[in-house]
């Protein structure tokens, strides 16, 4: 049972415009999200996070949502630039960001056209 | 940000032998560290927690005595794959955070292909 879905195994968007990548999750234990930006043959690279008692964490283009009561989160990147183009995953932890690993989703590639 | 070193970057081997993958955390000292495997097109999946000075914790369904662990010190985790196997072949990725409520830094990951 998938406890973290991205639902959206691909996304296009137009360079300039605003990307929103969306995740959901079925663990009303998870207490801490991230996001991590992966490109093919690397690790995944640290974009943003939301503790569960915020709705809200913004940090330059990149700016995360989250609605608790829906097991909801997105990612907004705006305005979109080409090396946005990658694979986002979205995890989640149940301990805070703490000891445990992470949850993850399957991912999106978001593909920036110019 | 903080970073976290993983070698090889990718690995060939034959069937039956053993393969070993380093994980270091290069400015800074974790005593957790974690391992995660990605097949194509798949989510990354936590495989075992590595624990510095005791016994990793595996997750279900992830077999021990294939899957060695070693965390010899609070830079260093290694993962043997022991009697690599073709579906073995797959990318294993490591990370580490630099203290319990920081975000988590992953390695560059290994490519590994059993023939």
């Known amino acids: 049972d998938q406890q973290v879905k991205q639902n959206s195994p691909s996304l296009s968007v137009q360079e300039g415009r605003i990307s929103i990548l969306n995740c959901d999750y079925t663990n009303s234990m998870f207490d801490y999200f991230l996001w991590y930006k992966k490109y093919p043959a690397e690790g995944p690279t640290f974009l943003i996070s939301?503790?569960?008692?915020?709705d809200k964490n913004e940090d330059g283009r990149f700016t995360v949502f989250l609605n608790k009561s829906a097991k909801h989160l997105s990612l907004h990147i705006v305005p979109s630039q080409p090396g946005d183009s990658a694979v986002y995953f979205c995890a989640a932890s149940d301990s805070g960001g703490g000891a445990d690993g992470l949850t993850f989703g399957k991912g999106t590639h978001l593909i920036i056209q110019p | 940000g903080a970073v976290v070193s993983q070698h090889p970057s990718w690995v060939i081997c034959k069937s039956g032998t053993s393969v070993k993958i380093e994980c270091r955390s290069l400015?800074?000292?974790?005593?957790?560290m974690f391992w995660y495997r990605q097949f194509p097109k798949q989510s990354l999946m936590l495989m075992a927690t590595s624990n510095e000075g005791s016994k990793a914790t595996y997750e279900q369904g992830v077999e021990k005595d294939k899957f060695l662990i070693n965390h010899a010190s609070l830079t260093l985790s290694t993962l043997t794959v022991t009697s690599a196997h073709p579906e073995d072949s797959s990318f294993y990725i490591c990370?580490?955070?630099?203290?319990?409520?920081?975000?988590?830094?992953f390695g560059q990951g290994t490519r590994l292909t059993v023939v």
């Open positions: 400015d800074f000292q974790a005593t957790t």
């Open positions: 990370s580490a955070r630099p203290q319990l409520d920081s975000e988590a830094f």
């Open positions: 939301i503790s569960s008692i915020k």
